[in-house]
């Protein structure tokens, strides 16, 4: 045996490892810090590279002895052809796609959609023919690769999610979909997966990359200062062995930056100069419509480790103006920028300035007056002064992204404001669009709202209905589409990571009531948001009398009646929560007691005594329904008891290993008392809905709504996370809907 052997059974141990960890997960088990075989738990099952030295030199010394038992059977051991070997690629960014990937994923093209052009790309992406498609693995790619590049990830994650469905195990698609998870922050989920990934035997300078940085990210998660240290340095070992094996850019310029920021300057003084001259060399070998982006914002951070700040700035500007609108990118380059200016003490608002991304507007206003209001407040005539005021106020706060209703008036001159200037807009509805049409947008007689709304429609990236029908109570429909649209907006700005600018028009009146202007802008600062103001009254105040009166009054149009809710039937926005006992109905006869006895009597003591504890609570078999007063307490509530049953000794109870499932939804839910069972109860259609999330959820996990997600994330006091998990059909035949993962926020 020679030297040169050592490789090969370094990497045949890593490869015998992997299959025996994706076996033993097939099987059920998990990682733990002990092997337990009640549990399927085992301290071996983490990536070849985590094994204590001890466990890979027992893994090298079995490899060995099977080399030498081939030896000895007569067969010998060649050296490859070089010329046969992979060569790494030069753009790690874009590196690593599997070997086995077919020659139609090469020769797909995009049709001639502009590189920018997100809404022509979706219209593409939606229209597309059925007939003969998918074609190739390569569709799934490069639109997926698309909007990760347009700062999509969920979009991205729902085109990669189902081209693995066609494509199972194709290695790329699979690398994308880790990127769409960790993008969107779902840094845990993404870290899964790409173990997962490597552990099948998949080895590349991109998944290593990838797994790189969802350790770098869940450090940065990390509260405890010595175990963010050693996550850091984790990630800081995994991007180095990555560059010394493949030698590309990415890997290295990260790994670079964490070493400096461990503390390790002159070593990360040295790459910075290594990765320098590699993306001089990029640059040799990209033509003119070649992507000089990622070289160019490698080379402005290799210049800030290096401290030459006009150089590091003159480079990122350049990959600032060949990378507009590539806000995934953006966002990414100036991550990195962030962290490296605030350990060497340097001022960071300039980075802000030269990668630019955009402010997300959260927007509420006031309709246009109906004829014959007795009180003017907007009446048409203000149209064009309000229109100039939303220009202005984007343009000053330099917002590019915008989330609003769509009513006549101010919501619809704010999208198409938002729209003139290049921006995305995202339309969120109380309850479908014909109703809300006729009750919200077509109140004038022989205006054109009605066109205006169906265009911007047309043109909104994204347009969100948020319940079925019309509430009984009518304003309820509206506060809970208020609520949902800040919760869409947070969480926009936090995937960009820039600045949310909540904006409203406004007269600064009480106004109408619940679900109204004053009542959306007194909810998010009441949440501890900052709503900035157009005043109606001082635009209303500066026009004539005689031009608001004008035309001002024509007979008045027929209001749309309001079903006023009896005081018994008064909806209210509540969390809702369906969960069941995984495995109930293979219980025996003799078990069932004991299921009564050890697994409802804990989740009965932990409703009565949780901080968290619902205000209404019901049980058939194994199935919980239960009441939360806020989203926040029934997304606590359902980690607590999903860690209470992972946790609990059930083979000391008689019972087998059990687990739970459970769903989260939240919305308006009528308070009733049962004419039957004469008890409280909580009816609606967004209960049924929520009954429809539990039975896709799968074991020991929590699955929420989008609906719930949002309303989450506009919690400042919340402890946990809602990770999207794709569009996912529900029971039932209820429909395919976007369904998150809910998770703890600390690591």
């Given at each position: 045996m020679n030297n040169k052997i050592d490789s090969v059974i370094e990497q045949l141990a890593k490869n015998q490892h992997d299959e025996?960890?994706?076996?033993?997960?097939?099987?059920?088990?998990?990682?733990?810090?002990?092997?337990?075989?009640?549990?399927?738990?085992?301290?071996?099952?983490?990536?070849?590279?985590?094994?204590?030295?001890s466990e890979k030199e027992y893994q090298r010394g079995a490899v060995l002895q099977t080399i030498k038992s081939l030896l000895a059977l007569g067969y010998k051991i060649e050296e490859p052809d070089a010329a046969l070997g992979n060569t790494p690629s030069g753009d790690t960014h874009r590196s690593g796609p599997a070997e086995n990937a077919s020659a139609?994923?090469?020769?797909?093209?995009?049709?001639?959609?502009?590189?920018?052009?997100?809404?022509?790309?979706?219209?593409?992406?939606?229209?597309?023919?059925?007939?003969?498609?998918?074609?190739?693995?390569?569709?799934?790619?490069?639109?997926?690769?698309?909007?990760?590049?347009?700062?999509?990830?969920?979009?991205?994650?729902?085109?990669?999610?189902?081209?693995?469905?066609?494509?199972?195990?194709?290695?790329?698609?699979?690398?994308?979909?880790?990127?769409?998870?960790?993008?969107?922050?779902?840094?845990?989920?993404a870290n899964e997966m790409l173990v997962q990934i490597q552990s099948s035997g998949e080895s590349s300078d991109e998944t290593s990359g990838l797994l790189a940085r969802t350790f770098k990210d869940l450090a940065f998660q990390e509260v405890d200062a010595v175990k963010r240290k050693e996550r850091l340095t984790h990630a800081q070992q995994v991007y180095q062995k990555a560059y010394r094996q493949w030698g590309g850019y990415w890997n290295g310029i990260n790994a670079a930056t964490l070493s400096l920021l461990l503390g390790q300057q002159e070593q990360a003084a040295a790459m910075a100069v290594e990765i320098r001259q590699l993306c001089v060399e990029a640059f040799e070998k990209i033509n003119k419509e070649g992507d000089r982006y990622w070289p160019l914002a490698t080379l402005g951070e290799a210049a800030l480790i290096q401290r030459k700040w006009p150089e590091a700035e003159d480079w990122y500007q350049q990959a600032a103006a060949v990378g507009q609108r590539r806000f995934g990118d953006l966002s990414s380059t100036r991550r990195n920028a962030r962290l490296l200016l605030e350990y060497l003490g340097r001022d960071r608002r300039w980075i802000e300035q030269c990668l630019r991304i955009p402010r997300v507007a959260v927007f509420t206003g006031h309709m246009i007056d109906q004829p014959g209001r007795s009180a003017p407040r907007f009446p048409p005539q203000l149209e064009g002064a309000v229109l100039k005021a939303i220009r202005e106020r984007l343009k000053t706060r330099d917002v590019g992204?915008?989330?609003?209703?769509?009513?006549?008036?101010?919501?619809?001159?704010?999208?198409?404001?938002?729209?003139?200037?290049?921006?995305?807009?995202?339309?969120?509805?109380?309850?479908?669009?014909?109703?809300?049409?006729?009750?919200?947008?077509?109140?004038?007689?022989?205006?054109?709202?009605?066109?205006?709304?169906?265009?911007v429609l047309q043109l909104?990236?994204?347009?969100?209905?948020?319940?079925?029908?019309?509430?009984?109570?009518?304003?309820?429909?509206?506060?809970?589409?208020?609520?949902?649209?800040?919760?869409?907006?947070?969480?926009?700005?936090?995937?960009?990571?820039?600045?949310?600018?909540?904006?409203?028009?406004?007269?600064?009146?009480?106004?109408?009531?619940?679900?109204?202007?004053?009542?959306?802008?007194?909810?998010?600062?009441?949440?501890?948001?900052?709503?900035?103001?157009?005043?109606?009254?001082?635009?209303?105040?500066?026009?004539?009398?005689?031009?608001?009166?004008?035309?001002?009054?024509?007979?008045?149009?027929?209001?749309?009646?309001?079903?006023?809710?009896?005081?018994?039937?008064?909806?209210?926005?509540?969390?809702?929560?369906?969960?069941?006992?995984?495995?109930?109905?293979?219980?025996?006869?003799?078990?069932?007691?004991?299921?009564?006895?050890?697994?409802?009597?804990?989740?009965?003591?932990?409703?009565?005594?949780?901080?968290?504890?619902?205000?209404?609570?019901?049980?058939?078999?194994?199935?919980?329904?239960?009441?939360?007063?806020?989203?926040?307490?029934?997304?606590?509530?359902?980690?607590?008891?999903?860690?209470?049953?992972?946790?609990?000794?059930?083979?000391?109870?008689?019972?087998?290993?059990?687990?739970?499932?459970?769903?989260?939804?939240?919305?308006?839910?009528?308070?009733?008392?049962?004419?039957?069972?004469?008890?409280?109860?909580?009816?609606?259609?967004?209960?049924?809905?929520?009954?429809?999330i539990e039975p896709i959820t799968p074991p020991n996990q929590v699955y929420a709504s989008q609906a719930f997600a949002a309303l989450a994330s506009a919690?400042?006091?919340?402890?946990?996370?809602?990770?999207?998990?794709?569009?996912?059909?529900?029971?039932?035949?209820?429909?395919?809907?976007?369904?998150?993962?809910?998770?703890?926020?600390?690591?």
């Amino acid at each position: 045996m020679n030297n040169k052997i050592d490789s090969v059974i370094e990497q045949l141990a890593k490869n015998q490892h992997d299959e025996w960890a994706r076996r033993r997960r097939a099987d059920g088990w998990t990682y733990g810090h002990a092997r337990d075989d009640v549990r399927k738990q085992h301290p071996s099952l983490v990536p070849y590279e985590e094994l204590p030295e001890s466990e890979k030199e027992y893994q090298r010394g079995a490899v060995l002895q099977t080399i030498k038992s081939l030896l000895a059977l007569g067969y010998k051991i060649e050296e490859p052809d070089a010329a046969l070997g992979n060569t790494p690629s030069g753009d790690t960014h874009r590196s690593g796609p599997a070997e086995n990937a077919s020659a139609q994923r090469d020769s797909f093209v995009l049709p001639n959609i502009g590189t920018s052009d997100l809404h022509a790309l979706l219209r593409w992406w939606q229209e597309r023919p059925p007939e003969g498609w998918p074609q190739s693995p390569g569709v799934y790619q490069q639109v997926g690769e698309r909007m990760l590049t347009l700062g999509e990830p969920l979009l991205a994650y729902d085109v990669l999610a189902e081209g693995l469905t066609t494509f199972p195990g194709e290695t790329r698609l699979q690398q994308l979909l880790a990127l769409s998870l960790a993008r969107s922050g779902a840094t845990r989920q993404a870290n899964e997966m790409l173990v997962q990934i490597q552990s099948s035997g998949e080895s590349s300078d991109e998944t290593s990359g990838l797994l790189a940085r969802t350790f770098k990210d869940l450090a940065f998660q990390e509260v405890d200062a010595v175990k963010r240290k050693e996550r850091l340095t984790h990630a800081q070992q995994v991007y180095q062995k990555a560059y010394r094996q493949w030698g590309g850019y990415w890997n290295g310029i990260n790994a670079a930056t964490l070493s400096l920021l461990l503390g390790q300057q002159e070593q990360a003084a040295a790459m910075a100069v290594e990765i320098r001259q590699l993306c001089v060399e990029a640059f040799e070998k990209i033509n003119k419509e070649g992507d000089r982006y990622w070289p160019l914002a490698t080379l402005g951070e290799a210049a800030l480790i290096q401290r030459k700040w006009p150089e590091a700035e003159d480079w990122y500007q350049q990959a600032a103006a060949v990378g507009q609108r590539r806000f995934g990118d953006l966002s990414s380059t100036r991550r990195n920028a962030r962290l490296l200016l605030e350990y060497l003490g340097r001022d960071r608002r300039w980075i802000e300035q030269c990668l630019r991304i955009p402010r997300v507007a959260v927007f509420t206003g006031h309709m246009i007056d109906q004829p014959g209001r007795s009180a003017p407040r907007f009446p048409p005539q203000l149209e064009g002064a309000v229109l100039k005021a939303i220009r202005e106020r984007l343009k000053t706060r330099d917002v590019g992204f915008g989330y609003a209703s769509a009513a006549s008036g101010s919501d619809i001159l704010f999208l198409e404001a938002l729209l003139e200037s290049g921006g995305e807009v995202r339309v969120v509805l109380p309850y479908e669009s014909k109703m809300f049409l006729r009750d919200s947008v077509e109140a004038i007689p022989g205006s054109n709202w009605g066109e205006r709304f169906q265009s911007v429609l047309q043109l909104a990236r994204e347009v969100v209905t948020v319940s079925g029908q019309r509430l009984s109570g009518g304003s309820i429909s509206y506060e809970y589409a208020n609520d949902i649209l800040l919760g869409l907006a947070i969480t926009r700005s936090e995937q960009l990571e820039t600045e949310l600018v909540p904006l409203a028009v406004w007269d600064g009146k009480a106004g109408d009531g619940l679900g109204g202007t004053a009542n959306a802008i007194s909810r998010w600062e009441s949440l501890g948001y900052k709503v900035e103001l157009i005043h109606l009254n001082k635009i209303l105040q500066n026009q004539s009398q005689e031009m608001i009166h004008i035309g001002a009054a024509p007979p008045a149009a027929p209001k749309v009646p309001e079903a006023k809710p009896s005081d018994e039937y008064v909806p209210r926005i509540m969390g809702i929560f369906f969960a069941d006992a995984a495995g109930f109905s293979k219980l025996t006869e003799e078990q069932t007691p004991r299921f009564v006895q050890y697994f409802l009597q804990m989740v009965g003591e932990m409703a009565r005594t949780s901080r968290h504890k619902p205000v209404m609570k019901n049980t058939w078999g194994d199935g919980l329904y239960f009441i939360f007063e806020r989203v926040i307490d029934a997304g606590e509530f359902a980690l607590e008891l999903c860690d209470a049953v992972k946790n609990a000794r059930w083979e000391n109870t008689g019972l087998p290993q059990l687990s739970v499932r459970i769903g989260l939804h939240a919305g308006p839910v009528y308070r009733i008392i049962d004419p039957v069972t004469g008890q409280p109860n909580y009816i609606g259609t967004h209960v049924s809905q929520a009954a429809r999330i539990e039975p896709i959820t799968p074991p020991n996990q929590v699955y929420a709504s989008q609906a719930f997600a949002a309303l989450a994330s506009a919690d400042p006091h919340k402890t946990f996370k809602c990770e999207y998990v794709g569009q996912t059909p529900m029971a039932k035949g209820y429909g395919t809907l976007p369904t998150y993962v809910v998770r703890r926020l600390r690591v």
